[in-house]
Nanobody, 125 residues
Framework: QVQLVESGGGLVQAGNSLRLACETSGRTFSVYAMGWFRQAPGKEREFVAAISTSGGSTYYADSVKGRFTISRAKNTVYLQMNSLKPEDTAVYSC????????????????????WGQGTQVTVSS
């Protein structure tokens, strides 16, 4: 089992920054990759970013490239969000996969085995 707890959400004005953290516990040695997803009201959950635990390869959605940065330190994964826009408003959740994955589908929710509860990010215009 792997437990995930997000923190760092809040209310910010457009153009500002936030850093989200996802602290992992449990069988963290079994994690192959970590991802961040978000879900806005009335919309489906969408991929934001992911990072492999070996090698540190990173992947981003086109909508956040150049603005968001995913990183990892020990058992915590971070999502640095800069130049935030109102359309970034959503509940952000982190996820972990404990199985070898195909990078071609790292954006899909089905490869992830564990999920956090989520943290709300609201960007005002």
């Amino acid at each position: 089992q792997v437990q995930l707890v997000e923190s760092g959400g809040g209310l910010v004005q457009a153009g500002n920054s936030l850093r989200l953290a996802c602290e992992t516990s449990g069988r963290t040695f079994s994690v192959y990759a970590m991802g961040w997803f978000r879900q806005a009201p009335g919309k489906e959950r969408e991929f934001v970013a992911a990072i492999s635990t070996s090698g540190g390869s990173t992947y981003y959605a086109d909508s956040v490239k150049g603005r968001f940065t995913i990183s990892r330190a020990k058992n915590t994964v971070y999502l640095q969000m800069n130049s935030l826009k109102p359309e970034d408003t959503a509940v952000y959740s982190c996820a972990a996969t404990v199985r070898p994955y195909n990078i071609m589908i790292i954006e899909t929710t089905k490869i992830y085995d564990y999920w956090g509860q989520g943290t709300q990010v609201t960007v005002s215009s």
